[in-house]
């Protein structure tokens, strides 16, 4: 941890995000996410509310 309390690695620029992308990219690491459709967006909060999310819960558009 930083002076000051804050958390987080200094230095860490494009270089490093590039890094972390390709490694993703080599071992097929994919994000785990629940999609729903705008218009469920209330069922979403309710699953989220509920504590029944296992992973991040995507809204989208289409």
């Keep these: 941890m930083r002076a000051g309390g804050e958390a987080g690695a200094e230095g860490e620029g494009p270089g490093k995000i590039l890094n972390v992308e390709w490694r993703w990219s080599m071992h097929?690491?994919?994000p785990q996410v629940e999609m729903y459709p705008m218009s469920k967006i209330n069922d979403?909060?309710?699953?989220l509310k509920s504590g029944k999310a296992r992973y991040r819960i995507v809204l989208s558009n289409v």
């Design 28 to 30: 097929q690491i994919r």
């Design 44 to 47: 979403a909060f309710d699953h």
